[in-house]
């Protein structure tokens, strides 16, 4: 009886676990596969996408392989999203996070560009809209633009995003317009820090 009553907290604990996973991004092309269901293998973004609604508090990260910027372009428009998720476009190798302080300019390297020209369905045309069940999502280190409606939707049932370093409405370096008709859309009184 003592083996099975110390043996039940650590399955608790590795159930606990398998909800929350990172899916990482190793292909900039479009197509789902299995790691839509799996979260291993040949991994779009809208593969992960879909694996982290499903796995609450998962991190969608990036290794596409090759140097320079990786621009993905969906042929439609991501699934809404419906769970709290860490989208992070600073875990492609070569990209990070600025390091100056406020004041110093901006010496962020971005390596994951998605152009948005064909995100033109639901609603507001957004690459990505967090719905409910995304509170405390956070979206860091993309570059996002080129979308006919909004790069980021978040509805108002949605409270607790950070939107975190991305580039909005520009290229990869930051300095020119790829223009979009609204960069981050807030309908209704959730709470967001940009």
Do not use: W
């Not at 600025?98 to 045309?125: A, K």
Request: aromatic share 4%; hydrophobic share 35%.
């Amino acid at each position: 009886m003592r083996k099975l009553a110390s043996a039940l907290p650590a399955v608790l604990l590795f159930v606990g676990h398998l909800s929350a996973a990172t899916v990482t991004v190793t292909d900039a092309g479009d197509a789902t596969n299995a790691c839509a269901t799996t979260g291993a293998g040949t991994c779009t973004l809208r593969d992960a996408l879909t694996y982290a609604n499903a796995h609450s508090g998962s991190t969608v990260a990036f290794n596409i392989p090759g140097a320079g910027v990786h621009t993905i372009t969906p042929a439609t428009g991501y699934p809404s999203l419906s769970a709290p998720m860490t989208i992070d476009g600073f875990t492609q190798p070569g990209s990070s996070p600025n390091t100056h302080g406020p004041g110093l300019g901006d010496n962020s390297v971005h390596r994951i560009e998605i152009d948005g020209t064909n995100t033109n369905g639901g609603g507001f045309g957004a690459a990505f809209t967090f719905g409910a069940g995304t509170d405390g999502s956070i979206v860091r280190g993309l570059v996002i633009n080129r979308c006919p409606g909004t790069a980021i939707h978040i509805i108002s049932s949605a409270s607790g995003l950070v939107i975190q370093g991305n580039f909005l409405g520009t290229g990869p370096t930051g300095t020119v317009a790829s223009a979009q008709t609204c960069d981050v859309l807030i309908d209704g009184p959730p709470t967001v820090t940009i």
